[in-house]
């Protein structure tokens, strides 16, 4: 059994823990909030973000040095805008070389990188192929509630995916193993945008019909988008492409779903976040998918759309028009014609 430190204490650092400490790890819990690592400890709670009892296996610390201690594992599970600051602290602390799992699902805007891109810049001794991403459709609520869960672990080196696999795997938590690490990671991020657009619409009113066209032509934006930053257009139908689109787009438990919801209904950005009261990771992912959009010459209508809802003040339903009204194309012409360009050659 290892020694694991999952950095974030959070809805899914505290899922993640109880799946390893499920299967026998030692499981340290770091947060950067005292009051809720004391909380953790003398209660086996967290119930600001979940309503389970924790395994005795898991202890919370507050201190990043004694948490890290001794460890084989470091799982990063803190939001993005935070990942590079917890990493500068890791590379001044970190004494010998160590799995690197994250499960941050997002970009950077203004640099537009990936986060596995973001760990190894901070971190001195570890490339990007030294680092592992966990993704898929995988709600918090539902892993720690046991229930059947499965996902992808990616690295550019499959000796390290593999072991992220065999730490992770049980009878109610799956894990497959891909080596597009590319593709599971921006699959993981961008689908958030599409959550967004789909709790907008809901919150218009709007029906079944509208969130199955927009998730569809959501799927192909992705593809469009991943395939030219050098993603496997294969990894977009996997799950977590569109299984993870799926679950986001479709469920309450979606804090992007939910963000989008209220907008749907009129309220502010602002105003969602602050009622929200936790990390919605798709609003930043707009403003770099959007900035990616403009880069690389992809066009991205619902991007462009929730980029206009976001931050230029754009009413949802005029949007929702703009996207109705544009230029007549026919269908396949994303994902599909991808697919055939790749494996015709």
């Not at 395994?55 to 004694?66: G, V």
């Not at 209508?301 to 194309?329: C, S, W, Y």
Request: hydrophobic residues 40%; negative net charge; proline residues 3%.
């Amino acid at each position: 059994m290892e020694k694991v430190a999952v950095l974030g204490a959070g809805s899914w650092g505290t899922a993640l823990s109880i799946v390893l400490a499920d299967n026998g790890h030692e499981v340290r819990l770091w947060s950067h909030r005292e009051n809720q690592v004391v909380l953790i400890n003398e209660t086996h709670r967290n119930e600001q973000y979940l309503d389970v009892t924790l395994p005795d296996q898991i202890k919370a610390y507050a201190n990043l040095n004694e948490a890290i201690s001794g460890v084989n594992v470091i799982v990063v599970v803190v939001p993005t805008k935070a990942i590079r600051e917890v990493c500068k602290q890791l590379n001044s602390i970190v004494k010998e070389k160590v799995t690197i799992i994250h499960a941050a699902k997002g970009i950077e805007p203004v640099t537009l990188k990936r986060v596995s891109e973001m760990i190894s810049e901070e971190m001195a001794d570890y490339n990007e192929e030294d680092i592992v991403v966990l993704s898929g459709p995988s709600h918090a609520e539902e892993v720690a509630l046991r229930h059947p869960t499965t996902v992808t672990v990616s690295s550019v080196n499959t000796d390290n995916a593999k072991i992220a696999q065999s730490l992770f795997i049980s009878d109610s938590f799956r894990v497959y193993t891909s080596p597009d690490i590319i593709g599971v990671e921006l699959g993981g991020a961008l689908k958030n945008i599409i959550a967004l657009g789909a709790g907008i619409s809901d919150g218009l009113g709007y029906g079944d019909n509208a969130k199955a066209a927009l998730i569809t032509r959501g799927l192909a934006e992705i593809a469009r988008l991943g395939t030219k930053l050098g993603a496997n257009p294969l990894s977009f139908l996997g799950l977590s492409g569109v299984g993870d689109l799926i679950v986001t787009c479709t469920s309450v438990h979606s804090r992007n779903w939910r963000a989008g919801n209220l907008l749907g209904k009129g309220l502010k950005l602002d105003d969602v976040l602050n009622q929200m009261g936790m990390v919605v990771e798709g609003v930043r992912t707009v403003k770099a998918a959007y900035q990616f959009s403009k880069q690389q010459n992809v066009e991205m209508p619902i991007t462009t759309g929730i980029h206009q809802i976001l931050f230029e003040d754009k009413a949802p339903k005029d949007v929702v028009d703009q996207l109705m009204n544009r230029t007549k194309r026919e269908e396949m012409d994303d994902l599909a014609l991808l697919l055939m360009e790749r494996y015709s050659q």
